[in-house]
């Protein structure tokens, strides 16, 4: 986000002087903005999760093991790098492990956020904040007016709600809805190039990469991330190039025409 070195994504939990001490910290370690993700009110029930026991168990299944033993190499790494521990949470001594930690807080993560919640974490934190997980036009608004000085459109993957609209149905009519007051960023579905021009072209500030960076990371490290970003880059300069636009210039200044061309 332009502007913008370092972000962290936060959530509002039950206990207010929980929340209150992870801004603090994040502030003593030079965080310029903060991501409030609202969209996880509750945590769905998920197939993927059942199958897998993600935020349930408290320690590996056999199965889990055994996948493990499959691929010793990860393994291995995984295994001199030192206990797999969710560090932001650390402190608070919600687990002994990674999956304690990540069932406690999905569980702590308070469902009765308000309006009158963002006005409070806006009076906490000086800082610039950006609130993500806003797929309507009105809400849009009302996050402006609470003092939000950026938005992301994410439907959180497409993992929350299953008739939930894709990101680019609801993005052009919160762009409309802000106009200049904010940045608009796409979340959720982008993995090509083409993406990436499509919300530019729709007005958005930028876009936001989830599960990409993180497969790339997991799979590749170091490596495998310049992959991705090498091989996108790539995808937008032939989208573009097809497009006859030339420049990041002329694909914000010609916006939807750019999407009749390609």
Request: one cysteine or more; a positive charge.
């Amino acid at each position: 986000m332009p502007g913008v070195d370092l972000l962290a994504q936060i959530y509002v939990f039950r206990d207010r002087d929980l929340t209150r001490d992870m801004l603090r910290r994040a502030h003593a370690c030079g965080i310029d903005g903060i991501i409030l993700t609202v969209d996880t009110a509750i945590t769905p029930m998920r197939a993927r999760d059942v199958r897998n026991g993600f935020r349930r168990m408290t320690r590996p299944s056999v199965a889990q093991l055994l996948s493990m033993a499959g691929r010793p190499g990860w393994s291995l790494r995984m295994l001199m790098a030192g206990k797999a521990r969710i560090g932001n949470l650390a402190p608070y001594g919600m687990g002994r492990n990674l999956l304690e930690e990540a069932r406690n807080a999905a569980a702590e993560i308070d469902p009765s956020l308000t309006w009158q919640d963002l006005a409070w974490l806006r009076k906490e934190w000086g800082g610039r904040l950006i609130v993500k997980g806003v797929m309507d036009a009105a809400d849009a608004r009302q996050c402006v007016d609470n003092g939000t000085d950026a938005l992301i459109v994410s439907n959180h993957g497409g993992r929350q709600m299953d008739p939930s609209p894709a990101t680019l149905s609801v993005l052009p009519e919160i762009v409309e809805a802000v106009g200049d007051r904010c940045e608009v960023v796409l979340d959720s579905g982008v993995r090509q190039g083409g993406d990436i021009v499509t919300a530019l072209a729709l007005g958005a500030s930028g876009v936001a990469l989830g599960r990409p960076w993180a497969w790339a990371l997991a799979a590749g490290g170091r490596k495998g991330m310049d992959a991705l970003t090498t091989g996108l880059s790539g995808e937008v300069r032939d989208v573009m190039g097809l497009a006859g636009v030339r420049n990041m210039a002329e694909l914000v200044a010609q916006r939807k025409q750019v999407l009749r061309r390609a």
